[in-house]
């Protein structure tokens, strides 16, 4: 009998990078389907909207037929479940990601214990690249289209150039 397994890679993607594209590559090696959900993140103050990040998002996937992207609001576990997911994909750049993500992974393992979390680090030349970095840099007026897709730079050099925030 053949399953057709389905992935959620969750973030904010304010903005998305190469380095979460490199994650959503090698996922869909591992996973019939992916599914890239942009949480709305009332825990943190943005620089795109929801909106904003959704398209850059959808943009960056649209390569991929067995790849899509929505926004999510809510428990993440609830949005997996809703989806038939069967995985969590998360992205490790670091040793100090991995204390929060096995937080993360536990407590989701407790509200949905059928859902695995699957931590994927990204390959060498992106281990080091972060959205709160790629911002940063950008706003600041430095170089960031070797991290970004050019439809995100083009992105955040309009937002640079407005001076202002959504």
């Known amino acids: 009998m053949s399953r057709h397994v389905i992935a959620v890679y969750p973030g904010t993607f304010d903005p998305i990078t190469l380095g979460h594209e490199d994650i959503v590559r090698r996922a869909r090696e591992l996973f019939d389907e992916v599914i890239v959900a942009v949480a709305v993140a009332h825990h943190k103050k943005t620089l795109f909207t929801l909106d904003e990040r959704l398209a850059m998002v959808q943009e960056s996937v649209a390569k991929w037929p067995d790849v899509r992207a929505e926004a999510f609001d809510g428990l993440l ?90």
């Open 77 to 166: 576990s609830h949005y997996v479940r809703t989806k038939g997911g069967k995985a969590m994909v998360r992205g490790l750049r670091a040793v100090s990601d991995f204390d929060y993500e096995f937080q993360l992974a536990g407590m989701n393992s407790k509200l949905a214990p059928e859902v695995e979390s699957v931590f994927l680090t990204p390959s060498g030349r992106y281990q080091f690249v972060s959205s709160t970095l790629v911002r940063e840099i950008a706003l600041l007026g430095g170089d960031v289209a070797q991290f970004t897709s050019p439809h995100v730079w083009q992105r955040l050099m309009e937002r640079k150039e407005a001076g202002k925030k959504p």
